[in-house]
């Protein structure tokens, strides 16, 4: 079955550094999403990017991250000066054509500013 | 604005026995999907059901069943005869096209099925 991947699945990282997540989406899917969790609480909508641009982002979405489509395969969420409350569970996700159909999650990757 | 609630933090029940979770949403629009989630305690977020506004006909997929109804603004999940494999943090989410069809999730129930 299909998934979605994500590297690493932990990081450590210093406060100030930057970090890279990246995430490998269902090969059909057209929309890749970036969730997060903090520990503990619910899981949060980051951003959303279709047709090589973004189509949704939140408001914790700000300057400090930006996504990419590196490649035909590849989707990454850069934190580019990470603070120590960027510490959360990041989630890749992807549907085929929007929310209209399933939105599958990756089994995320563990970040951890110290 | 759209929200989700989720009113129950925590719930332990005993193998065998059934178990609902309630899941309450807000939303003016007229199109928008509901789905459940469960995340074991490995992490990741597994995908249950997906129902759109249109759909109000219950479903059951073995010991899951669900019942969603437009006039209480609910979608409640039950699972029959739980199991300690059910333990989990389950997660109701609402989309809809006014948000890009983000996914707003509830803060999620925390199942304990204990021996």
């Known amino acids: 079955e299909p998934e979605v991947t994500q590297t690493p699945s932990h990081q450590v990282t210093q406060m100030g550094q930057e970090v890279i997540l990246r995430c490998v989406p269902i090969?059909?899917?057209?929309?890749f999403y970036w969730y997060r969790q903090i520990l503990g609480q619910k899981v949060e909508f980051l951003v959303s990017?279709?047709?090589?641009?973004?189509?949704?982002k939140s408001e914790i979405f700000d300057d400090q991250f930006s996504v990419e489509r590196p490649d035909g395969s590849n989707f990454t969420l850069k934190i580019r000066s990470t603070k120590l409350e960027d510490s959360a569970m990041y989630f890749c996700?992807?549907?085929?054509?929007?929310?209209?159909?399933?939105?599958?999650f990756g089994e995320g990757s563990w970040l951890t500013v110290v | 604005a759209q929200k989700v609630t989720q009113a129950q933090t925590e719930i332990s029940v005993v193998e065998k026995e059934d178990v609902t979770l309630d899941c309450v949403y807000e939303?003016?629009?007229?199109?928008?999907?509901l789905f459940w989630y469960k995340q074991p305690p490995s992490g990741e977020l597994v995908f249950l059901i997906r129902?759109?506004?249109?759909?109000?006909q219950n479903e059951i997929s073995g010991r899951y069943s669900w019942n969603f109804q437009k006039s209480t603004s609910s979608f409640n999940f039950t699972i029959t005869a739980s199991q300690v494999v059910d333990s989990a943090v389950y997660f109701c989410?609402?989309?809809?096209?006014?948000?890009?069809?983000?996914?707003?999730f509830g803060k999620g129930t925390s199942l304990l099925v204990t021996p």
């Open positions: 090969s059909n899917h057209l929309y």
């Open positions: 939303t003016r629009d007229t199109t928008y999907y």
């Open positions: 989410a609402l989309s809809v096209a006014n948000s890009g069809y983000a996914l707003n």
């Open positions: 996700a992807s549907s085929l054509t929007g929310a209209r159909n399933t939105i599958y």
């Open positions: 129902r759109n506004s249109f759909d109000e």
């Open positions: 990017f279709y047709n090589n641009e973004i189509s949704e």
